[in-house]
């Protein structure tokens, strides 16, 4: 009988609950529901329905099984940092506040204050970003905290909802820059600054390992599968890392949707001085790997942008609109703090221009290019850094998710950085998650077998630098970021 696998797989715009079975030694993708997700302003905070988010599965799961599915394998991946604080009855004390939440402002200053820069990183090899879960946690309600009996990541708290097993998944325990890079559990001395005790988290557990059976008696008003619930690489990111096809000697990846993560895989740790000073990641990947990364704004700036036209373009059209503009107009630092949450991404996008002395993006197509020419180049300047900290050069550009569909963004980046971008899956996040759980139930050998099913089974296209395009212009960029100290990391 042929396995049937199913991933969930929630961002923070959407989700969606992918099936897939092997056929032909290719992996068959279908979308089976999928469902808006979003936060908002409820008690003070900018908050996730998580209850919502747990009924779209549970719906997603009936019609599974109504059309004709009756035994599946699940894997449920969402971002990172936000977590659940659930007290000694077993439910939450109120909804997750989200990481674009502003109450981490000052979190990192207050916090570093007492433990430098330089303590958190040799420890954790985390980057710095305000709203990682260390900080959230710091400015955390008191009394709340003083009521958790445990603290569960989004996914792992989903997991803990349909199979009653709590456990907390490294890769995305790592993002919370408290687990301890060498040692592997949490900094006691983080927690303590943090008012958190070790035994106010489930247990660690790897990538790959079975958490248990959905408690369809809890869920009787749903015709639901029987449901195996694997617990996956639970961050999205690291699932789109196990589902990037890793074609080239020396390859990186962008995992390209709401943000853009741009690495590469590494089987050590790399959190010497140039890395701190880049600010690069060391988050956990599967199967003892390490995601080596630097956070980037990503289509983020996109969405908010279409939702500011009142979604009057599709994306596709916002890039169609943004190919009849000129590439380069502008130079804008895209990790400037202030296009994480603005009121209006359109305006703050033309005030930062209009207070840097450029020329001004009106149209909504000059706006979609001012920020996929900027993504580009951010994109170049961040390999020609990581280059340098990992000692080789990067031969080829993996670009994987959402962002990968981008054809005018991928051509940009081929040509400024100099490199062969590979664009594809789209849906790697989905297929890293299901890979995950192909391996676990022994349907595929390791990573590298499933990489190589990912080559075989979907389309990627390859995109090569066009020759004596855009000279000089990642050089000028560069020089722009190193000296309009726009306050935004760089």
Known sequence: MTKTYVAVDIGASSGRLMLSQLKNGKMVLTEMHRFKNGFTLKNGHDRWDIDHIIKEILLGLQKIKRAGFSKVSLGIDTWAVDYVLVGKDGNKLDDPISYRDKRTTNAIKELTAKVSKGQIYQKTGIQFLDFNTLYQLFEENKELLAQTDKIMMIPDYIGYVLTGKAVLETTNASTTQMLSLREGLFDQNLLQ???????????????????????????????????????????????????????????????????????????????????????????????????????????????????????????????????????????????????????????????????????????????????????ALFYAYEIQKLNHIIGYQIDTLNIVGGGSNVALLNQLTSTVAGIDVYAGPSEATAIGNLAVQMITRSAVANVSAARQIIKD?????????????????LDDYINFLHTANRGGAI
């Not at 703090?337 to 305006?347: D, L, T």
């Not at 089974?457 to 212009?473: A, D, N, R």
């Open 193 to 375: 600054e943090v008012n958190v005790r070790p035994d106010q988290f489930p247990k660690l557990v790897d990538a790959g390992t079975p958490l248990g059976k959905l408690k369809r008696e809890e869920f009787q008003s749903y015709d639901l599968p029987d449901t195996d619930v694997i617990t996956v690489a639970t961050h999205d990111t690291a699932s789109a890392v196990v589902g990037t096809p890793g074609i080239g000697h020396h390859w990186a990846y962008i995992s390209s949707g709401t943000w853009s993560l741009l690495g590469t895989e590494l089987n050590v740790p790399e959190n010497g001085p140039d890395a701190y000073k880049e600010n690069y990641t060391n988050e956990w990947g599967a199967y003892g790997t390490y995601r080596f990364l630097k956070n980037i704004m990503g289509l983020w700036m996109v969405q908010c942008v279409k939702r500011d036209l009142n979604d009057k373009y599709s994306f596709s059209e916002l890039a169609q609109l943004a190919s009849k503009t000129k590439p380069f107009s502008q130079f804008i630092n895209i990790n400037d703090e202030r296009f994480v949450n603005p009121k209006n991404m359109i305006q703050e996008i033309q005030a930062y221009c209009q207070e840097t002395g450029q020329r001004v993006p009106k149209t909504p197509g000059e706006i979609a290019m001012a920020i996929y020419s900027n993504l």
């Open 457 to 473: 089974s979907f389309v990627i296209k390859h995109f090569k630098p066009e020759q004596g395009k855009y000279l000089g212009t």
